[in-house]
């Protein structure tokens, strides 16, 4: 989430870019780490944190939300795949297709969000 951006430089951080509406990318030159982020959020600056994931080899990055893609397999409707599923917070549809939703994660941000995306994998749904 934004920060002030002067203060975040106390932390090591320098703002680099938005992301979205709702966030900004911080850059350090230092290795950080969950307990880096939860001081951070602990400080009040910011409320939420998470790491940006770098593919050195293409140099994509990655930012995990707490947002995923869910296709159902064929038969399977959203009601009845949704219904009493509390991992989830809320799901839309995907423009244009009748069976990919955009779902909201319960388990929350980052590394989270990743563990509950490979929790998914496997769902029968």
Wanted: proline fraction near 4%.
């Amino acid at each position: 989430v934004n920060g002030n951006p002067d203060l975040m430089a106390e932390w090591g951080l320098r703002a680099s870019r938005p992301l979205g509406s709702d966030f900004m990318v911080y850059e350090s030159t230092s290795q950080l780490d969950d307990a880096f982020f939860g001081r951070l959020i602990a400080s009040g600056l910011v409320e939420k944190a998470v790491s940006v994931f770098r593919n050195t080899e293409t140099g994509t990055e990655a930012v995990l939300l707490n947002e995923a893609l869910v296709s159902l397999k064929s038969g399977m409707t959203a009601e009845r795949f949704f219904e009493n599923r509390s991992e989830f917070l809320g799901y839309r549809p995907l423009g244009g297709t009748p069976d990919q939703f955009i779902v909201t994660l319960a388990a929350g941000y980052g590394e989270q969000a990743l563990s509950a995306v490979n929790d998914l994998s496997s769902d029968p749904g």
